[in-house]
T-cell receptor, first 113, second 114 residues
Framework: GENVEQHPSTLSVQEGDSAVIKCTYS??????FPWYKQELGKGPQLIID?????GEKKDQRIAVTLNKTAKHFSLHITETQPEDSAVYFC????????????FGKGTHLIIQP | DSGVTQTPKHLITATGQRVTLRCSPR?????VYWYQQSLDQGLQFLIQ???????AKGNILERFSAQQFPDLHSELNLSSLELGDSALYFC?????????????FGPGTRLTVT
């Protein structure tokens, strides 16, 4: 089955700086890659996603890039703000019999004032 | 607020017992997914229903079962509970039948087995 690796597990950046979180996946058949933000005591919130026919997608301060050849995708957050502090999860969808999302282990993003 | 609702928010029960978790999807969504989140296993896909039919299975134990009703709400039944079943249980909903559609998560049910 699919395996998703996520790095780093913890990332501390100064407010206003950029943050990058990286994920790799194992199954070349994977075709949908969402990113979720989870705040303490809440459910994961979809923040951006990308499909395998696209290399990059942007939404205001957030962008995601996908390299299908290398089987990795990344989340970029620019001009970080205190409210960006949370745990971020990448995920991949392969399809077939088990069509749910396979998640990475998460990155705890800390924005230092 | 994603529009997905889950009840109860918290559940405390003893080993060997059976519990039922409930989920109502966003208006218009036909798919419901169940996930388990624990410290050691992370977020794991359990099972998916689409318009009342089981559609996909993940790492769901035989002691666990689910169903989706005609009004599209779903229930996850956990039986013969063990200490290791303590976790957060999330449901997510999406409009389409496959995992390639955006999934929106509910606030979760925290299950504690003592």
């Amino acid at each position: 089955g699919e395996n998703v690796e996520q790095h780093p597990s913890t990332l501390s950046v100064q407010e206003g700086d950029s943050a990058v979180i990286k994920c790799t996946y194992s199954d070349s058949a994977s075709n949908y890659f969402p990113w979720y933000k989870q705040e303490l005591g809440k459910g994961p919130q979809l923040i951006i996603d990308i499909r395998s026919n696209v290399g990059e997608k942007k939404d205001q301060r957030i962008a995601v890039t996908l390299n299908k050849t290398a089987k990795h995708f990344s989340l970029h957050i620019t001009e970080t703000q205190p409210e960006d502090s949370a745990v971020y999860f990448c995920a991949a969808r392969t399809g077939g019999g088990a069509d749910g999302l396979t998640f990475g282990k998460g990155t705890h993003l800390i924005i230092q004032p | 607020d994603s529009g997905v609702t889950q009840t109860p928010k918290h559940l405390i029960t003893a080993t060997g017992q059976r519990v039922t978790l409930r989920c109502s999807p966003r208006s218009g969504d036909l798919s419901v997914y169940w996930y388990q989140q624990s410290l050691d296993q992370g977020l794991q896909f359990l099972i998916q229903y689409y318009n009342g039919e089981e559609r996909a299975k993940g790492n769901i134990l035989e002691r666990f079962s689910a169903q989706q009703f005609p009004d599209l709400h779903s229930e996850l039944n956990l039986s013969s509970l063990e200490l290791g079943d303590s976790a957060l249980y999330f449901c997510a909903s999406s409009v389409g039948p496959t995992g390639g559609y955006e999934q929106y998560f509910g606030p979760g049910t925290r299950l504690t087995v003592t």
